[in-house]
T-cell receptor, first 114, second 109 residues
């Protein structure tokens, strides 16, 4: 099976712009979650979608939003970009097997806000 | 409040020395605990989870409910163990994952 795919790999934007990131989970996985990774803060949870519904939400401002489509692909949108939004954005698909839960991560989208 | 704490941002050990990466958590319930690892230029990936009592690449972690800890240990560190390690917990299906801030491990040859 193909792994979790994130596009684009790199993005450069300026303050005030908006951006959309895409994530395709592993085939058959219905849960997609998004994380912001920075050197100082580690991994911070943004939100999780399951079967097109937001199931969990982290403590990020409303400028961060997401959605999930019927094929389980997910998009994350950030409006009115700020310098502090520069980070690696990771998405993960989630699966529970016989040996417990597991997150499968994508390679991430590196967002730079100038 | 749910929280995962990794007190060490950086940890350096010599090759062949024992290594222990600390993780403490707070959670109102029975969480599942995990260690994820990110090697240089690779994706973040699962290293081990307490529920399956695994030993992966010589690493083990024991869940201590009394001390609410899930420390990662390896008796003899190898250079290829150099990576960023994240401790995480989940409240189970339907509940979100919580990650610590990570510990960067460097094994000195």
């Amino acid at each position: 099976k193909a792994g979790v795919t994130q596009t684009p790999r790199y993005l450069i934007k300026t303050r005030g712009q908006q951006v959309t990131l895409s994530c395709s989970p592993i085939s058959g996985h219905r849960s997609v979650s998004w994380y912001q990774q920075t050197p100082g803060q580690g991994l911070q949870f943004l939100f999780e979608y399951f079967s097109e519904t937001q199931r969990n939400k982290g403590n990020f401002p409303g400028r961060f939003s997401g959605r999930q489509f019927s094929n389980s692909r997910s998009e994350m949108n950030v409006s009115t970009l700020e310098l502090g939004d520069s980070a690696l954005y990771l998405c993960a698909s989630r699966y529970r097997g016989a040996r417990g839960e597991k997150l499968f991560f994508g390679s991430g989208t590196q967002l730079s806000v100038l | 409040a749910q929280r995962v704490t990794q007190p060490e941002k950086l940890l350096s050990v010599f090759k062949g020395a024992p290594v222990e990466l600390k993780c403490n958590y707070s959670y109102s319930g029975s969480p599942e605990l995990f260690w994820y690892v990110q090697y240089s230029r690779q994706r973040l990936q699962l290293l081990l989870r307490h529920i399956s009592r695994e030993s992966i690449k010589g690493f083990t972690a024991d869940l201590n409910k009394g001390e609410t800890s899930f420390h990662l240990k390896k008796p003899f560190a190898q250079e290829e163990d150099s990576a960023m390690y994240y401790c995480a917990l989940s409240g189970g299906t339907g509940n979100q994952f919580y990650f610590g801030t990570g510990t960067s491990l460097t094994v000195i040859p």
